[in-house]
Structure formats: structure tokens, C-alpha cells
């Protein structure tokens, strides 16, 4: 979850893109719309684990497994 309450989802395999994807579905639509879908930079992955951690007003990316 977001700071607003919007859900996040770390999408790592099969995507679209080829790349990790990040998806964030509003509070506001009760889920059932997105406010954004991004491609990023990043590789697909199948030995790690992504997560969102919490930084002064936005959000932050961190690679905590592998």
C-alpha cells in the first residue's frame, strides 16, 4: 500500500515489457482502476525479491533478497 492507500503491485516475470513492471491501483476507484502502469529499466528477475520501502513523502525501491 501506498501512503494514499493505493495498492502497489511489483509485477517481475511475464510482463508486457520484458522489464519489471510496477502497477498502483487507486484507493480512490476502490481498485478497480489504475492510476499508473510503468515499464522500468530493471531486468526481468527470478532470483530476487523486490519491495517498496517507505521514504520521506514518496516511495523508494529495494532489491532485499536474492
Known amino acids: ?7 502497489v503491485y511489483i509485477k517481475t516475470r ?3 515489457t520484458g522489464k519489471i513492471e510496477y502497477h498502483v491501483a487507486s484507493k480512490e476507484s476502490r481498485y478497480q482502476s489504475f492510476t499508473k502502469q510503468v515499464g522500468t529499466d530493471f ?3 527470478d532470483n530476487g525479491t523486490w519491495c517498496l520501502a517507505p521514504r520521506i513523502g514518496r516511495l523508494a525501491y529495494c532489491d532485499i533478497t536474492r
Not at 1 to 7: E, I, N, P, T
Open 1 to 7: 500500500m501506498s501512503a494514499k492507500g493505493d495498492l
Open 14 to 16: 511475464n510482463t508486457g
Open 43 to 45: 531486468a526481468v528477475e
